[in-house]
């Protein structure tokens, strides 16, 4: 399968396969109005199978979310048809607004302005807490 | 500015030197009635907790100091549905430091995001409740004369009791600590506080349904009411809620420096036949509160000076 290549914008690269569409809601990609392609289980010679997403567009993205999601995403900032940019997304040690608290006695679920924010506690299992009531994310 | 939100924030050395300072008060309290004069205390109760209150209330008091405040969340500005991050804002135009509890996870940490002054967590819902723990700190520091090298046996609901949750997490940073877990088998200790705090910190623990078997091996004994409110339906409660109760025969084979810890109120957990014990220590326990929350209060305004 073919999919052009970019002149302006980002590939996200190395997703593991099957979580391309969760990234792509999360990133509000449904939302924004230049072209994407999402490319479901690419051969990958690192991983098996893959997911990409191609964005043709110099848009702004949350890389907290990507971090969040699938740690070890690479990202390629494309500008003029030249690769620019390429980094590899860990996790963020801070989620702000990307995932809501689910504790029905946190503070977030009366009090609608507060910002939903979770930490990193355990980079080795990968668990978020809430910041204010220290339920996991899960 | 410095708040106490958890007892995590506090480290193993300032707590140490809160029970120095609540050692100290309780030996000349002349000498600190006058330490807190012109400074306000504001209690910002959003649920009634009278035992709470009163304590805070008593520490300013007696360090020369004044409190204002409400006791229940229909008498503030909640009713009217100001956020606590406003509330926050206000009472710090008012107060020198805040005491707050609220029925919601996480609340006086946004009060403390958006304070001008310290803000102490007075309990939170289910969640944290430091100043309980500081307490029960020293109280075993008083009775026992350390804090390590010690069996303590935690009898009664494990599972949503938050005091015991906060304990063992404070104990876990000492040295030798043994823990023994006694409770049925649906108000057992919760999984993760086992993984997170007990086997990260290569804390011993044993379980067991049997109070009569552990209390031999104790040195403290800390009993927990087990609160209706946590049951589903009332049968689960009327069955479970007698099954713990501490009478003067289980002590016979106890330690005869056993110290019998309860965070209070108690319902009939304890008998009553026992208070007279020497070996009950849960109204000293009320009363090194009060010192308890005293230290603190010193600690945050001398804090928030600098």
């Known amino acids: 399968m073919n999919i052009d290549s970019i002149n302006n914008g980002i590939v996200i690269d190395h997703i593991t396969a099957g979580r391309g569409m969760r990234l792509y809601e999360l990133l509000g990609l449904d939302k924004a109005d230049c072209s994407i392609a999402i490319i479901k289980n690419a051969a990958s010679g690192k991983l098996g199978k893959k ?23 690479t990202v390629n900032i494309i500008k003029g048809g030249i690769l620019t940019e390429k980094k590899t997304i860990e996790m963020p040690e801070r989620l702000t607004n990307v995932i809501k608290c689910k504790n029905p006695r946190c503070i977030t679920s009366v009090e609608q302005e ?3 924010v979770f930490k990193l506690t355990d980079r080795n299992e990968c668990v ?10 899960k | 500015m ?10 193993v050395d300032e707590i140490e030197t809160l029970i120095d300072t609540a050692n100290d008060i309780i030996d000349n309290p002349a000498k600190y009635s006058e330490k807190c004069r012109g400074k306000k205390l504001a209690t910002l109760f959003f649920e009634p907790s009278t035992r709470t209150r009163l304590s805070f209330e008593a520490a300013m008091y007696e360090l020369g100091g004044n409190v204002l405040g409400f006791s229940e969340a229909q008498s503030s500005s909640a009713a009217k ?6 509330t926050a804002k206000t009472i710090s135009c008012y107060a020198d430091i805040i005491a707050m509890r609220h029925p919601k996870e996480g609340a006086p940490y946004v009060a403390s995001l958006n304070a001008s002054i310290p803000v102490i967590n007075a309990g939170d819902g289910g969640h944290n409740h430091p100043t309980q723990t500081l307490t029960d700190l020293l109280t075993i520091r008083r009775e026992k004369g350390k804090i390590s090298d010690l069996t303590v046996g935690f ?34 200790l919760p999984s993760y506080v086992k993984k997170d705090v007990l086997d990260k910190n290569g804390i011993e623990y044993t379980e ?53 810890m309860h965070p209070l109120p108690r319902v009939n957990e304890i008998s009553v036949s026992i208070d007279n014990d020497p070996r009950a220590c849960y109204f000293k326990q009320v009363l090194y509160g009060k010192y308890a929350r005293m230290a603190l209060i010193l600690m945050l305004l001398e804090e928030a000076k600098k």
Do not use: W
Not at chain 1, 62 to 72: L, Q
Not at chain 2, 2 to 11: A, K, V
Not at chain 2, 81 to 86: I, L, Q
Not at chain 2, 223 to 251: A, H
């Open chain 2, 2 to 11: 410095r708040s106490l939100i958890d007892i995590l924030d506090l480290t």
């Open chain 1, 51 to 73: 997911d990409i997403i191609k964005i043709d567009a110099d848009i702004s993205i949350d890389f907290d979310v990507i971090g969040y999601v699938d740690p070890g995403i």
């Open chain 1, 114 to 116: 507060l910002d939903h």
């Open chain 2, 81 to 86: 549905g100001e956020s606590v991050a406003d």
């Open chain 2, 208 to 260: 067991t349904t049997s109070l009569e078997e552990a209390i031999p091996t104790l040195d403290i004994l800390y009993m927990t009411r087990v609160q209706r409110e946590r049951f589903f339906n009332e049968e689960d409660y009327l069955r479970l809620k007698d099954s713990y109760i501490l009478e003067p025969s289980k002590l016979a084979h106890a330690k005869s420096d056993l110290c019998i």
């Open chain 2, 155 to 188: 009898c009664g609901d494990l599972k949503f009791g938050r005091t015991v949750h906060s304990l063992i997490t404070a104990l876990s940073r000492y040295n030798n600590i043994k823990i023994v877990l006694i409770s049925p088998e649906e108000l057992k």
């Open chain 1, 128 to 137: 978020y807490r809430c910041i204010y009531c220290e339920t996991k994310a």
